[in-house]
């Protein structure tokens, strides 16, 4: 069984910093993907960005990025000139290969302040 | 276009009634599934269809009955449920794309049970 663990319950940053959400994972599978989802008080899950665990280069997404460090199990969300709209529950999440169901992490709320 | 459209949205119900919940895309998605999140709480996973046939099923009481009637509609029956399954029910879609697949996400059916 895989495990998410994110240790940030929640954060709060002024409008246009640099933030970063962490997120450790725990799996023997050797193929899988990880997730950054934003749910704000709309509830809608929004995806933010996704890794391949085969992929060595880091994702990016406009202003959000990631570090992914598989040796560590580590896959740290971070997010450039934060604005207020970022302003959400932010959940990493992973999922083996196929049509296999999301494993979620407990979320980070995050606040932009402006 | 990436819609997931669930309905109701909102959803109020005795622990006598019988109620179904709704989700439909038509994005051609092969893929659906059921999550329940509870209030400030991550999503977890219920059930995965798969091709139109349940593929996954998470230990979920049997007050909880999915159904797939075709590849765009999804329904989840609820029938004699306890006010502890009060929650918001996601609904996703996923097709498999470059080898991953990627969940989109519906706004969700707040239900309370009373």
């Known amino acids: 069984a895989q495990t998410v663990t994110q240790s940030q319950p929640e954060m709060s940053v002024q409008e246009a910093e640099t933030v970063t959400l962490s997120c450790t994972y725990d799996t023997s599978e050797s193929n899988y993907y990880l997730f950054w989802y934003k749910q704000p008080p709309s509830r809608q899950m929004i995806l933010v960005i996704r890794q391949e665990a085969y992929k060595q280069q880091n994702a990016t997404e406009n202003r959000f990025s990631v570090n992914f460090q598989k040796a560590a199990k580590s896959f740290s969300l971070k997010i450039s000139d934060s604005q207020l709209g970022d302003t959400a529950m932010y959940f990493c999440a992973f999922m083996t290969g196929g049509a296999d169901g999301l494993t979620f992490g407990k979320g980070t709320h995050l606040i932009i302040q402006p | 276009d990436t819609e997931v459209t669930q309905t109701p949205k909102h959803l109020v119900m005795g622990m006598t009634n019988k109620k179904s919940l709704k989700c439909e895309q038509h994005m051609g998605h092969r893929a659906m599934y059921w999550y329940k999140q509870k209030a400030k709480k991550p999503p977890e996973l219920m059930f995965v269809?798969?091709?139109?046939?349940?593929?996954i099923n998470e230990s979920v009481p049997s007050r909880f009955s999915p159904e797939c009637p075709n590849s765009s509609l999804l329904n989840l029956h609820l029938h004699a449920l306890q006010p502890e399954d009060s929650a918001l029910y996601l609904c996703?879609?996923?097709?498999?794309?470059?080898?991953?697949?990627?969940?989109?996400f519906g706004a969700g059916t707040r239900l309370s049970v009373l």
């Open positions: 996703a879609s996923s097709q498999e794309t470059g080898g991953i697949n990627i969940q989109y």
């Open positions: 269809y798969s091709y139109e046939k349940l593929s």
